[in-house]
């Protein structure tokens, strides 16, 4: 908010009115819907914040920001409590640690076990891993976002010490080709490892979950001193919404392999799962990969008319991100398209180019858990996963002259037989199967 007072008063108002204007949105009004308020008056408070952070030049940005919450219900490995919580933690403004971005990944760590990530070897650490910085760029007076190696260029006193790591190999390439070094990368293993980072965080979600009783969701900005040692200012805190712990469940033991759809040890997210699914909805990664973006939007749209056809119990299946707005890396339907459906499974496809974002802690992530929509991340090239989508039953026929957009999404109806989607959430397994038909 720079510039002549009339000209910030202007820009402030502008802001009110389009978050006022945001409450007549598809995603809200569906919201409302769901939960008996449409006919209802709703007023709505708003709440004006200051921004955290410190001046760089002409950049304004905290250290660091990030979503914590005090139980963590996507745990990736069997030795993880899900009472330690987990967080997911950003350098620079918290609007991507809270967003679903696009093209890059926010850090996510189980407190418990903060060095313990879901990934198979360096390389993956570093690919799947910050590049882009979101800061307020006071010149401009717009938000903007900026590669980390382009603002290390101009920003001298980031504190990249305590926050990333040197990568050695790429620093050398990049002194080959002539690109200015070292060539740094946002692990957050120093704040880890060399401050009381884990403990402070810990302890803030233990002392807020006792006050509220109940699981927390928490936003934060975090201002380090010289050592490295972590100041935190609490910019939200609200009751965690979760699918919840349905009780015991009991996957089935020497399951056929032609019964099983998929199988995967983690990365499934509501606690434990027992649903029975009546209708799959699953878009076809060979032919959306062939698609232009206008198409992809086009089978975004009619994957929104499919789910809202019938109130059976729907599995959505797709490549890469649902909810995504790159339509490169995902499937770009609304949350309101997809509002409807019982469990959402994004497989990783396409040579790695449509990978799950595990956005723990994202807004879009808060929309699956407040309206109870069970979550799988699948990863066929693991060898902790398994995924047989041609073993899936009772597909509608398409016609001969269906259209490519018609041809991307396959439907099966399996209502007479249910599949069946369980997750233990202790063994930290699920398994979407075939049950034998007990009329036969």
């Not at 709703?42 to 955290?52: D, F, G, K, Y």
């Not at 910085?133 to 290390?152: A, C, F, N, Y």
């Not at 056929?256 to 029975?276: D, K, V």
């Not at 959306?288 to 198409?295: D, E």
Request: glycine share 8%; with cysteine.
């Amino acid at each position: 908010n720079q510039g002549a007072p009339e000209q910030r008063l202007a820009e402030l108002e502008n802001a009110i009115r389009q978050v006022y204007a945001s409450s007549m949105s598809e995603d809200a009004l569906v919201y409302r819907k769901q939960r008996g308020l449409d006919q209802r008056e709703e007023p709505m408070a708003l709440l004006i914040q200051r921004v955290n952070g410190r001046f760089h030049g002409r950049y304004y940005l905290p250290d660091a920001a990030g979503v914590g919450v005090s139980r963590n219900t996507f745990a990736w490995d069997s030795n993880m409590d899900p009472k330690a919580g987990m967080v997911r933690l950003v350098m620079g403004l918290g609007t991507r640690a809270v967003d679903r971005i696009e093209g890059d990944h926010a850090c996510v760590m189980a407190l418990d076990h903060p060095g313990r990530q879901p990934f198979r070897n360096p390389d993956e650490h570093y690919r799947f891993s910050q590049h882009l910085v979101d800061l307020l760029d006071l010149q401009e007076g717009h938000l903007e976002t900026r590669p980390l190696s382009q603002l290390l260029e101009t920003v001298s006193d980031l504190p990249m010490a305590h926050m990333g790591e040197i990568d050695r190999a790429a620093s050398a390439r990049a002194e080959q080709i002539g690109l200015p070094g070292p060539v740094w990368r946002l692990t957050f293993r120093p704040l880890v490892q060399a401050s009381s980072f884990i403990q402070r965080l810990s302890s803030l979600l233990s002392t807020l979950e006792a006050g509220y009783q109940h699981p927390v969701d928490v936003e934060f900005t975090l201002h380090l001193d010289e050592h490295g040692e972590p100041a935190f200012n609490l910019v939200q805190c609200r009751p965690l919404a979760t699918i919840g712990e349905t009780g015991p469940v009991t996957l089935p033991e020497h399951l056929p392999a032609e019964r099983e759809i998929f199988r995967t040890q983690g990365h499934f997210m509501g606690g434990n799962i027992n649903l029975a699914i009546e209708r799959v909805i699953r878009v076809d990664a060979a032919v959306y990969a062939s698609l232009n973006t206008n198409q992809r939007y086009e089978v975004a749209r009619r994957v929104g008319e499919i789910v809202r056809e019938s109130s059976k119990s729907t599995l959505l299946i797709g490549p890469g991100r649902w909810g995504t707005s790159s339509p490169e890396l995902g499937v770009p339907v609304r949350f309101a398209d997809i509002a409807g459906v019982s469990a959402l499974v994004e497989v990783s496809e396409n040579a790695g180019d449509m990978v799950p974002d595990l956005s723990y802690g994202s807004h879009f992530f808060q929309d699956l858990v407040e309206t109870g929509i069970a979550y799988v991340a699948l990863f066929p090239e693991s060898d902790q996963c398994c995924y047989r989508p041609d073993l899936l039953p009772g597909e509608i026929s398409q016609p001969d002259n269906a259209s490519d957009i018609e041809r991307a999404v396959r439907v099966y109806v399996t209502d007479q037989t249910p599949l069946q989607l369980t997750g233990d959430v202790v063994r930290q397994e699920l398994v979407c199967y075939r049950p034998f038909d007990p009329k036969q």
